[in-house]
Every structure is written in C-alpha cells, then in structure tokens.
C-alpha cells in the first residue's frame, strides 16, 4: 500500500491540505452552509448562482470528510429494496425518489462538463444481482416494481462478472466520477463567483434570534437569513432527527486483479452488501470492492472487516495486490429516505441527512432541494425528503430499537469492564478504555510511545466512545460521532473535542 496512508481513500492522492482561509470574524450572510462536502457544496453553487451571499464553513477541509471518502457510485437505485420504499412511501413518492436520485445525476454530469471541473464523469451500466438462488424470487419482484414505476431496468442471469451470479438487474446511463475532484472543483467555482469558504472553521452553536439563524464558531459568529446544516449527520440535539439516524461504518478495498472486469457499477443482494467498480479509466483492473458495514462504534476487531473483504475479493477474483484500504460513515434513516428541508420547529435552519449509502446522489438531491426552498422554487420532492415527515409503524418499530440501542450503550458501557487493565499494556499508535485510579478514560499511546488521555464521553450525548483499530480513531456507538485518535472532531454530531486529561509520558512496552 503505497498510497498517502492506509486509512485514505482511493481519491487522496496525497494528503489533504487546507486550501481556503479560516474565518477570522463575525460575520452577515444571506446563507451560511455547515459542511463542504457534496450538500454544502451544490447548495452553495445554486444560491451563488441565484445572486445570493454564501458562506460555507468546514471543520477541516474541503474534502475531507464523507464526500472524499466515498467510492463515487452514481446509482437512481436506493439501498432501501424498492419494495420497502414503496411500503413505506407509496408508489408516487417512491417514483419521485428515484426520479431525484436519476436527475442528480444528470446535473453532476452537466456541472462537470459545463463547469469543467475535471472529476472524470463517466456513463456505466449498473447491475444489482444475487449469487444466492434464494434471493432471486426477490430480484424478480423488485424488477416488476421498477418497471411498474416507469424506470428504465432489464433483467439477466449473468451478471458481467468473473463469478457466477444467479439472476441480476440491469440499471442503464448510471455514473461513476471522482468525487473529491468533483467537489474540490465545485469549491472553486463558488468562490469564482463571489461565495466565500472557510476552513478549520468549527461550527459550535447554532441556533435562531430574531428573525435570522445564527452559527457560532470557534473563529466567530455567522448571522444568515438561512442556515443550511451539510454535514451528513443531525447536528441539533436529541429530539430533533437523531433518534431516527442510525450511524453505519462501511469498508473499501483497493484491489488489482488479473481479471478483466466491464466498465459498469455491480452491488449484491447480500446482508450487508458489497458493492464494485473500476477505479479509473487509466488503470481498468484497479477495483474498488467494499463492503462489511457495521454500526458505528461497535465494540468489534474492525481490521477484521478489512480481511472480511479481502477474502471476499480473493474468492471471487484473481487478485495480484492490495494497493489501499480506508472506511468512510454513513446514516440510514429509519424509513430509508433521508432528511431533507426545513428543521422541524425552525424557521431559517435547513437540514440534510440520513443518505444511507447513496450519499452522492441524494447529498446532491438535498442541496438543489435546499436551495429551491430558500429561493422560493417549487420542487416536487419536498414532501418526500420533509424532515417533520410521520411514517408508519415499520418506522416506529425501527426508532423504538434505536432508542433502546442507544440507552444500552449509555448505561451499558459504563457497567462494562474496560479495554486494558493498565497504561502500560497499551502499545505504540493503539488505544483503548482503561481505568486510571477509579477513573475511566479513553487512552491513545502514538508512535513516539507519548501517551494521551482524554474521557470517553462523547460531547454531543454522553454515551462512551470506543477504540477502531482499523482507522484509529474514537468511536460513539449512539450518535456516530467519531474523534481521531488525539480526541478531535472528524465525523458525526458532536462540535467539541474530547475532554483532554493530564498528558503522560510513560515508557515503550
């Protein structure tokens, strides 16, 4: 693996560094956007279009969260089966889903070629198959569904793949792009165009005063006729959306194989699935498989996700070498569309959240969304993506489990023993749980054997973070936040870092 690291994605060539200033004072905006990743970004490019003043504001850099470590599918499917859609929403809603999901697509096809922003869009086929007999019966009656629904599908036994495949179904003019290039150049344009990017810039508070939204940073507060929250994750307490978005980890391989796989994107029906696609025109036996998704924080080996997929690949492909790995984080909604519009109980905050999987397509949904509301456009997928939206008892049943996961974890890790009996078992670049003179704290020894305490409360509810050895970072099993190894935000809810103890120095076991 001889990428910027292990742990970045296929797109980050080299390490990302910050491009744009911070903030460095109050502020006046008509929009102020929480994230520029692909939500904050395609809002931002439509309301700078309209003639509004926009700011976009990112705890780290543009890139560098969700967005850049996605595997950019361009897929009008959902990883909800159509079948529980249609359940769920109904027949016309579901239409609109998808619809949304396919003209995503066609603006970030015409964004790039008319914007130029170089992300390498490319038209391809994509195939939903089973190797399972027993899934076919299913694949059968979401190809009526679709069809049914006016949406383009046909439907082979054979799957283009160098494995056998029981039944597949085949979605035409889907995409695949690079979605690091295609914001980053989208970030350039914004600010071509008169929108302003901040970054290191953390969003702390947020809230409504007067008439206006406010966003108070650790650099200074931004007052907007709009608020617009991109950052994938429910940003505004427990009773707004939380409860009803459920944090998933998910796992990519970069594979070189000796076969010759066509150009097309592939996902399977299997629990959770795995999905694939050719990295780059330029290297057509590059593969990105991924795959092994999991809850968030779940107190599990996570390299062993890792070697999961590798013998997936290895059983199914003529592998020659492994050139990179990372995970990125995702949230389902509890009735498989996300969270889009206006906050509930707000006048002047908007939202975007929950995308489960397919974050690409519907984070470009919920920013041309967004912003047709705050322009005043009409848009036919409001009522679907509403975010104060009630749904039926599938629904109830799934938050009601949430819940209960959640109170789990907030009591249950505090009863649990801890990772490590003692500072000193703990080895260079690993971390854990560990009780220090009746106190538990969540311990990190870096590869200089300096070793960093902090709590393992997490700073958006409370709940106890824990260890993932696969990306070294601090995982909360509740919300899905996620803090690097040394305590800082890089994912999720939360707005501050974790409590930091008396720093040690202790000696290399």
Not at 391 to 415: C, E, I, Q, W, Y
Request: aromatic letters at 8%; charged letters at 25%.
């Amino acid at each position: 693996m001889d990428r910027a690291g292990v742990n970045a994605s296929f797109w980050m060539t080299s390490p990302l560094q910050p491009t744009y200033p911070e903030l460095f004072e109050d502020s006046r905006t008509d929009a102020v956007i929480v994230g520029a990743g692909i939500t904050g970004l395609t809002a931002a490019m439509r309301l700078v279009e309209a003639g509004l003043k926009v700011q976009v504001i990112e705890m780290n850099w543009v890139g560098s969260g969700t967005t850049g470590s996605s595997t950019g599918h361009l897929d009008s499917y959902t990883d909800e089966t159509l079948k529980g859609l249609i359940r769920g929403l109904g027949e016309d809603h579901a239409r609109i889903a998808l619809v949304a999901k396919q003209q995503a697509i066609d603006v970030i096809e015409d964004w790039d070629r008319r914007l130029q922003l170089g992300c390498r869009f490319r038209r391809v086929p994509a195939y939903l198959y089973c190797e399972d007999d027993a899934d076919i019966e299913m694949l059968k009656v979401e190809y009526t569904l679709v069809r049914n629904l006016g949406i383009a599908v046909d439907m082979q036994r054979q799957a283009p793949l160098p494995f056998d495949t029981a039944l597949s179904l085949v979605f035409p003019d889907q995409g695949r792009f690079d979605p690091l290039a295609y914001i980053q150049g989208l970030a350039r344009k914004i600010v071509e165009a008169g929108g302003q990017i901040f970054e290191n810039t953390r969003a702390e508070k947020i809230w409504e005063e007067n008439g206006q939204g406010r966003v108070e940073t650790n650099r200074g507060t931004i007052t907007a006729d709009a608020v617009i929250l991109a950052g994938h994750a429910p940003l505004l307490g427990m009773f707004t959306v939380e409860p009803r978005a459920l944090p998933y980890q998910s796992y990519v391989l970069g594979v070189r194989v000796l076969n010759d796989v066509p150009d097309a994107l592939y996902w399977d029906t299997a629990r959770p699935y795995h999905y694939i696609r050719r990295a780059t025109d330029d290297d057509p036996r590059l593969l990105l498989i991924g795959g092994a998704d999991h809850r968030t924080g779940a107190q599990i080996d996570t390299t062993q996700c890792f070697r999961e997929l590798d013998r997936y690949a290895r059983n199914r492909f003529r592998v020659a070498s492994l050139d990179f790995r990372w995970s990125h984080e995702f949230f389902e909604a509890a009735d498989g569309v996300p969270y889009i519009g206006r906050v509930p109980n707000f006048e002047h905050i908007y939202m975007g959240a929950a995308y489960s999987g397919d974050g690409l397509t519907f984070g470009t949904v919920a920013g041309l969304l967004i912003s047709d509301l705050i322009v005043g456009r009409e848009n036919p997928a409001a009522g679907v993506f509403d975010p104060g939206r009630v749904r039926p008892l599938s629904t109830v049943r799934r938050l009601t489990s949430n819940l209960l996961h959640m109170a789990k974890h907030f009591v249950g890790d505090r009863l649990m023993g801890a990772d490590f009996d003692s500072v000193d078992e703990i080895a260079p670049g690993q971390g854990g749980l560990v009780t220090v003179e009746g106190e538990r704290l969540a311990v990190y020894r870096d590869e200089h054997g300096e070793v960093h305490m902090m709590s393992p409360v997490c700073r958006h509810m409370g709940c106890y973070v824990h260890w993932n050895a696969a990306e070294e970072t601090w995982d909360c099993p509740c919300h899905g936040g996620r803090y690097d190894a040394r305590g800082n935000v890089i994912a999720g809810p939360p707005k501050q870092p974790l409590l930091q103890q008396e720093p040690v120095t202790a000696s290399t076991p």
